[in-house]
C-alpha cells in the first residue's frame, strides 16, 4: 500500500470520528442546558476548552453565547475542527484515494458532504431563523451527522477488505477516539459548580450523566454500574476492557492494527510505534481508578493526550514518511 | 408531445431526417419518448442528474482564482449510430490507429517518411511534440499509442470527417461508462428492448493492454495522475480503480538504478507498467522540464532500458499536432497503401504561404486553431467573431504561423437534448476510445459531446459542454 495512500486513509477515519464527536458534544450540552435553569453558569465554553481551540474561538467570538459555540463548533470554516471542515477533509482525503475505497463508501460520504455543505449555507444566510442556535432543527442536524458517520463505519466494515486498508482506518478511528475520550472527560475539571458544597449535588450528577451521554456511554455503564458516581465513571471510560470507547480499548485496536500493519510475524523486530502502544497499554491496565484519582484526573488525561500524541507522531514516523 | 416543435431543418439532425420523420435507428426511442411524456422525461433526468451528483462524478474547472467542481452536464437523450455506420467508422479508426503507430515508429527511427519527400522534414523539426530526446526509441512490442480518443463529427450532409487525434492522454473514458450506467437505471425499458453494445468491459480490456506490454507474470500496474487538482482527476482514479491497479502520483514514485519504485509502507516497491495521464514534458525533470514539480527524476531513462512500460509512450505528441494531422490521409497510403476510409476535415496550413493568403483573407468563414491547443483554447471561430478579434487574431497567426490550422466551420451534426422543459437540437462530436493492445479494439460508441448552448459548435467540457450517452446497436 502507497505510503500516501495510507495516510489518507488515516486522516479520513479520523476526520469522521472527530466529527461524530463534536456532533454529539453539541448535543449532549444542548440537552444538559435545557435541563438546567437560568441560575446555573453558562455551561458553552467548557465545550470550546474541551476541543482545545479555545483560542481561535477567542480571536473571532466576543462571548461563549450558545449560538456562537454551535456556529464554531459546526459551521466555522475557520474552526480547524469544526464539523464541516471534518465532513470537507474527510470527503477530499477520501477523493484522493478513491481507487482503494469502494464505491458506497465514497458515495455515504459524498452526499454527508454534501448535505452539510447546503445545511451550513442555509444556516449562515439566515441568522434569524436559528433563534439563538437551539431550534429543533438542530438536534435533527447534529443527528443527521451521527448517523452519516456510523453509516460510513458500517459501510466500511462491509464492503471493503479487511486488510491494509482496513487496518489504518481503524488506526485513524481509535487514536481520534480516544482522544476524544480523554477530552469528554475533562470537561467535567472545566465545568464550574456555583460552589464547593454542590460536589455530589443533583448538579454535579447531572453534569457527570451528560458525560457519559456525550461518549454514548451511558446505558453501558448502567449495565455495569449501579448508580451515577464519578469515580466509577472514570474508571469505565477509561479502563474497561469492553466498552468501544474507552482508552484501554481504543488502545487495545490500535495495538491490533499495528500488528497487522507491520507484518512482522514473531521473531522480527517490533517497529517503535508497536513498542510504543504495548508499553503505555501495559502500565494503563496495571492502573486502577484510584491511582488515577490520587494524581489528579485532569493531570492524568493529560498525560493520556500526550502518550496518544506520541503514538501518533510514532506511526507518521514509521508508516507514512519513506 | 413536445417533440413535435423539433426543429429538423437546421443541417444534419441525427435523429430526424429534413422532413421530419424519425430515422430507422430512433424509430423505438421516438416512439418510446412519446409514450413517457415531457414529464417524466424531466422527472428521469433530474434523478439522472442526482445519481451523478451523489456519485461524485465530476471534473474541476478553474477560474475566478477558485476551483470549483462540477458535474458533467448529462443529457438523457442518447445517441444513436446505426450498426452498419458503426462498422464503417470502426475499420477507418483501426486503420488510422496503426498506420499513425506506424508514423511514430518511423519518424523516431528511420524516418522514411522524410526521406521519401511526403512529410517535409521541418514541419516534423518544428512541432512541439517532437521530441529529440525519443529519437530511436523502440517501445515495447512496438506499439506507441496504447490509448487513442480520436474526436469525429459529421457535417451538414451527415458524413463523418476526423476532427482530430488525441494520442497523449485523451480523457473521457470515464463518462461514457458512468453515463451508461446511470442510463440503465434511467431507461431500464429501452435496453430490455434494443440490442445496445456494452461497453463495461473497456477497464479489462484497458488492463491487459497495459499487461501486453511486460513479460512479469504478475505485474505491477499503475495510473499516474498528475493529482486530487487536475481536472481529469475523477477520470484517473475511476480508471485505477476499475482496473483494480495503483493510482500513483510523481511524489509517491522515485527511480533507482534505472528502476522505478513506489513508496509503500512496507518500503519500495517495483513497477512494470504506468498509464500515464501527465503531460511527455512534465514526466521526467531530468530529461524535459527541469521545473516540473509533478514528474519523476530518471523515469525517461528506466523507460529506454526496458525497466518500465510507459502508456501511452513519450513522443506521441507529434502525432496531436494539428499540422501532422493534415498529412494523416498520405500518412495512411504511406504506409499501410490504403485510401482513408474517415476523411479528413479539409484543412489549410497557415505556413504554407498560399493556405495562409486564404486564410487571412477568409478569416470570416473558418475556425482557426493552434497546432497544439487542446480543450479549445486559443481558437477563434470566424463567423461568431468581431470584425476586431478576427483583426486581432490576424495578427497572432502572423507572429506564428506554424503553429495554425484553419478549417471551414463544419455544421456538425445535431441531436435532440433536453433543455429546461423543451426538446432542442444541439451540436454533438463523438470521441470513441481505441485501444492497441494485442489487437485494435475500438469500443462501440464512445463519448458524444453536446455543445449546450444555442447554435454553439463548441462542445468541450472547460467550455460548458455537456455529454450523452451513445449507443451502438447490434
Redesign the interface.
Known amino acids: 500500500?502507497?505510503?500516501?495512500v495510507?495516510e489518507s486513509v488515516f486522516w479520513m477515519n479520523r476526520y469522521i470520528e472527530r466529527a461524530e464527536n463534536y456532533a454529539r458534544f453539541i448535543d449532549v450540552n444542548h440537552q444538559l442546558s435545557l435541563d438546567l435553569n437560568e441560575d446555573f453558569p453558562n455551561q458553552w465554553m467548557p465545550l470550546v476548552y474541551t476541543t482545545g481551540d479555545a483560542e481561535v474561538f477567542e480571536k473571532k467570538y466576543e462571548s461563549p453565547t450558545p449560538a456562537s459555540v454551535i456556529q464554531f463548533m459546526t459551521f466555522d470554516d475557520e474552526n480547524p475542527s469544526s464539523i464541516y471542515n471534518c465532513v470537507q477533509r474527510a470527503r477530499?482525503n477520501a477523493?484522493?484515494?478513491?481507487?482503494?475505497i469502494s464505491?458506497p463508501m465514497?458515495?455515504v460520504l459524498?452526499?454527508f458532504y454534501?448535505f452539510i455543505k447546503d445545511y451550513r449555507k442555509q444556516y449562515l444566510e439566515n441568522p434569524e431563523s436559528r433563534g439563538e442556535g437551539l431550534s429543533l432543527g438542530l438536534s435533527e442536524f447534529l443527528s443527521y451527522v451521527r448517523k452519516s458517520c456510523q453509516t460510513f463505519y458500517g459501510t466500511s466494515d462491509s464492503t471493503i477488505s479487511h486488510d491494509?486498508v482496513w487496518s489504518?482506518s481503524l488506526l485513524g478511528r481509535f487514536l481520534e477516539r480516544a482522544d476524544k475520550t480523554t477530552r469528554i472527560l475533562d470537561m467535567k475539571y472545566f465545568i464550574l459548580l456555583p460552589s464547593i458544597q454542590d460536589v455530589g449535588s443533583t448538579l454535579d450528577l447531572l453534569q457527570w450523566m451528560s458525560l457519559l451521554k456525550s461518549t454514548s456511554a451511558h446505558e453501558m455503564y448502567n449495565r455495569k454500574y449501579k448508580k451515577v458516581h464519578p469515580i466509577e465513571i472514570a474508571e469505565f471510560l477509561i479502563l474497561d476492557p469492553a466498552f468501544p470507547r474507552s482508552i484501554v480499548f481504543c488502545l487495545h485496536e490500535i495495538e491490533e492494527s499495528l500488528e497487522k500493519?507491520s507484518?512482522n510475524k514473531e521473531g522480527l523486530p517490533r517497529n517503535l510505534a508497536q513498542d510504543a502502544v504495548t508499553t503505555y497499554l501495559n502500565r494503563l491496565r496495571s492502573e486502577n481508578v484510584h491511582s488515577i484519582f490520587d494524581k489528579g484526573l485532569h493531570e492524568y488525561l493529560d498525560d493520556i493526550q500526550i502518550e496518544l500524541n506520541r503514538i501518533g507522531a510514532k506511526i507518521l514516523e514509521r508508516?507514512f514518511k519513506? | 408531445m413536445f417533440i413535435a416543435d423539433y426543429d429538423t431543418k437546421n443541417g444534419y439532425d441525427e435523429m430526424f431526417s429534413h422532413e421530419g420523420s424519425a430515422r430507422k435507428s430512433y424509430h423505438f426511442l421516438k416512439s418510446k419518448m412519446e409514450s413517457l411524456g415531457g414529464i417524466e422525461l424531466i422527472k428521469r433526468s433530474s434523478s439522472a442528474e442526482k445519481a451523478l451528483?451523489?456519485?461524485?462524478i465530476t471534473f474541476t474547472l478553474y477560474g475566478d482564482g477558485e476551483q470549483q467542481e462540477r458535474i458533467m452536464p448529462f443529457d438523457v437523450i442518447p445517441r444513436i449510430v446505426p450498426n452498419e455506420e458503426w462498422e464503417k467508422m470502426e475499420k477507418g479508426l483501426k486503420q488510422r490507429i496503426l498506420a499513425l503507430n506506424l508514423f511514430l515508429q518511423d519518424i523516431y527511427n528511420e524516418q522514411k517518411i522524410v526521406k521519401d519527400g511526403i512529410i517535409p522534414r521541418e514541419i516534423i523539426e518544428s512541432s512541439t511534440g517532437y521530441l529529440k530526446e525519443c529519437i530511436g526509441l523502440k517501445p515495447p512490442q512496438g506499439i506507441w499509442i496504447h490509448i487513442t480518443g480520436t474526436d469525429l463529427v459529421r457535417d451538414g450532409e451527415g458524413t463523418f470527417h476526423v476532427l482530430e487525434d488525441n494520442l497523449r492522454c485523451p480523457s473521457g473514458v470515464s463518462y461514457v461508462l458512468e453515463n451508461r450506467e446511470v442510463m440503465k437505471r434511467t431507461f431500464p425499458e429501452l435496453f430490455d428492448k434494443l440490442n445496445i453494445r456494452q461497453v463495461y468491459d473497456y477497464p479489462y480490456r484497458l488492463r491487459s493492454t497495459l499487461e501486453n506490454l511486460t513479460y512479469e507474470s504478475n505485474p505491477v500496474i499503475a495510473v499516474w495522475t498528475p493529482?486530487?487538482y487536475n481536472s481529469a482527476?475523477y477520470e484517473h482514479?475511476?480508471l485505477?480503480?476499475k482496473m483494480g491497479?495503483?493510482?500513483?502520483?510523481g511524489?509517491?514514485l522515485l527511480v533507482e538504478n534505472d528502476i522505478v519504485y513506489?513508496?509503500?509502507?512496507?518500503?519500495?516497491k517495483k513497477i512494470d507498467v504506468i498509464y500515464r495521464r501527465i503531460d511527455d514534458t512534465f514526466m521526467d525533470p531530468d530529461t524535459f522540464r527541469a521545473d516540473s514539480l509533478l514528474g519523476v527524476k530518471g523515469i525517461f531513462q528506466a523507460f529506454k532500458k526496458g525497466n518500465v512500460a510507459l502508456a501511452n509512450a513519450p513522443g506521441t505528441g507529434i502525432a496531436d499536432d494539428k499540422v501532422i494531422y493534415s498529412f494523416v490521409p498520405q500518412i495512411i497510403k504511406y504506409y499501410l497503401g490504403e485510401e482513408a476510409i474517415i476523411p479528413n476535415v479539409p484543412t489549410y496550413l497557415c505556413s504554407i504561404e498560399k493556405d495562409l493568403k486564404y486564410v487571412l483573407e477568409n478569416i470570416h468563414n473558418l475556425v482557426v486553431k493552434p497546432a497544439n491547443g487542446a480543450g479549445g483554447y486559443g481558437m477563434i471561430i470566424g463567423p461568431k467573431a468581431s470584425k476586431q478579434e478576427q483583426e486581432d487574431f490576424k495578427k497572432l497567426i502572423l507572429e506564428d504561423a506554424r503553429n495554425y490550422i484553419a478549417q471551414p466551420v463544419l455544421n456538425l451534426s445535431t441531436v435532440p437534448t433536453l433543455i429546461a422543459d423543451k426538446i432542442e437540437a444541439r451540436h454533438v462530436d463523438l470521441r470513441p476510445f481505441i485501444l492497441f493492445g494485442k489487437e485494435v479494439y475500438v469500443m462501440p460508441g464512445g463519448l458524444t459531446r453536446v455543445a449546450l448552448r444555442k447554435g454553439s459548435l463548441v462542445v468541450n467540457s472547460s467550455q460548458g459542454g455537456g455529454s450523452k450517452d451513445t449507443w451502438v446497436l447490434g
Open positions: 500500500m502507497l505510503s500516501r495510507a477530499e477523493r484522493s484515494i478513491r481507487e482503494n464505491t465514497w458515495e459524498n452526499e454534501l491494509e489504518f500493519v507484518g508508516f519513506s | 451528483l451523489s456519485l461524485g493529482g486530487v482527476y482514479s475511476f485505477a480503480q491497479v495503483y493510482l500513483v502520483e511524489s509517491d513506489m513508496k509503500t509502507t512496507k518500503g519500495l
